[in-house]
């Protein structure tokens, strides 16, 4: 990532509404983007699974978090330009929410 320019901190600190601790292996602050990185070592049976769906909601729960990106370890290795681009589609996404007049205009009010 920091080849391509993009420099996130890692395994930064965020606390869930409930008051936990959890570190996604990437966040982008300022835009409230997290990326996590999967290796099916770590991920491969039915337990470390129901971990991780539940590890992966706490962090959209988090105020800090507003979208999470999840990789494969493999996807890093051999595909690591696709990677990059979902990084920057996603973080290009929440910066133009942000601006001013972006976004979309809600719907009319029933009486």
């Not at 973080?91 to 133009?96: G, H, Q, S, V």
């Amino acid at each position: 990532m920091h080849d391509a320019g993009l420099h996130p901190e890692s395994q930064a600190e965020v606390i869930t509404p409930t008051g936990g601790r959890r570190y996604p292996d990437f966040l982008f602050r300022a835009e409230g983007l997290a990326v996590e990185i999967e290796g099916y070592a770590y991920h491969g049976s039915r337990a470390d699974h129901r971990r991780d769906v539940a590890r992966f909601n706490e962090l959209l729960a988090c105020p800090e978090i507003r979208a999470l990106l999840r990789h494969t370890a493999e996807d890093v290795l051999h595909r690591p330009s696709h990677v990059i681009d979902q990084i920057r589609a996603a973080l290009l996404r929440l910066r133009t929410r942000e601006l001013p007049g972006t976004s979309a205009p809600s719907p009319p009010r029933s009486r």
